[in-house]
């Protein structure tokens, strides 16, 4: 998997979260329609029912909050550090997030959502990192982040900043944007059969991932070639 193809990766999961949050929000908003992918609404939302003392509201948004806190620990669990390193455990990951959006399906819309929340936490545990800058793949307030702040510096004159320092998180927030678009237009169509088709994509998408990380000699992408690595650590422990 060489650098190209691991953004291919990230876009297209982006893409797929995109889709999920866009049905959770649109595709729902008659019974509990609510955003999945991120929680600072939710907390906002919470708060909001918290003063008004409004118990019901406060137990709809935490609830989601939660699912998605339990999905990230998760993750953390499978995954074990931040470095990133092409290990298999973010393979799992997807394919588990994959096997979970099957789920929904058979679910009322207010049980749902808990599992997409949950699953939304799943992918956003993971830390993925491309040439130094780490996305996170299922909300946009850090990418519209990081994008304004690199135009920023470049307004400024600084030609320190490189062009993929603004193109990661330009191309997560376009993935994001055509992920909602399609979700929404699926769901219009098919109704909860979209689960079905996220779920193959997650789980084809997964399987890629495998096999390109097979085939790839240089899987925490240093520049050194893992076999070389390995011969690098032997020498030193003989030393």
Not at 35 to 41: A, F, M, P
Not at 105 to 112: D, I, Q, V
Not at 135 to 157: A, E, F, Q, S
Not at 233 to 238: D, P, V, W, Y
Request: charged share 15%; proline share 2%; aromatic share 12%.
């Amino acid at each position: 998997m060489d650098r190209k193809l691991l953004l291919l990766w990230m876009c297209i999961l982006t893409l797929l979260a995109g889709a999920i949050n866009a049905v959770s929000i649109f595709g729902y908003r008659d019974v509990s329609g609510t955003t999945v992918s991120h929680v600072t609404g939710l907390i906002s939302n919470m708060a909001a029912g918290i003063s008004r003392g409004d118990l019901n509201a406060v137990w709809a948004f935490l609830r989601v909050i939660l699912l998605f806190f339990a999905g990230a620990i998760v993750s953390g669990i499978v995954t074990g550090e931040r470095a990133f390193y092409l290990h298999k455990r973010y393979g799992i990951i997807i394919l588990c997030v994959g096997g979970l959006l099957i789920i929904p399906y058979f679910l009322e819309a207010k049980y749902s959502i808990l599992i997409l929340a949950f699953a939304m936490g799943l992918q956003n545990g993971m830390v993925v990192a491309f040439k130094g800058v780490v996305v996170r793949m299922t909300h946009m307030t850090g990418n519209i982040t990081d994008l304004g702040v690199y135009i920023g510096y470049k307004i400024r004159g600084n030609k320190n900043e490189l062009p993929i320092t603004g193109i990661i998180p330009f191309l997560a927030i376009v993935s994001f944007i055509l992920g909602g678009i399609a979700g929404i237009l699926l769901y219009g169509l098919i109704n909860n059969v979209i689960f079905f088709i996220i779920s193959g994509i997650y789980i084809i998408v997964g399987g890629i991932y495998f096999v390109l990380r097979y085939l790839c000699k240089d899987k925490d992408f240093n520049g050194i070639p893992d076999e070389m690595e390995e011969n690098i650590e032997l020498k030193n422990e003989k030393e």
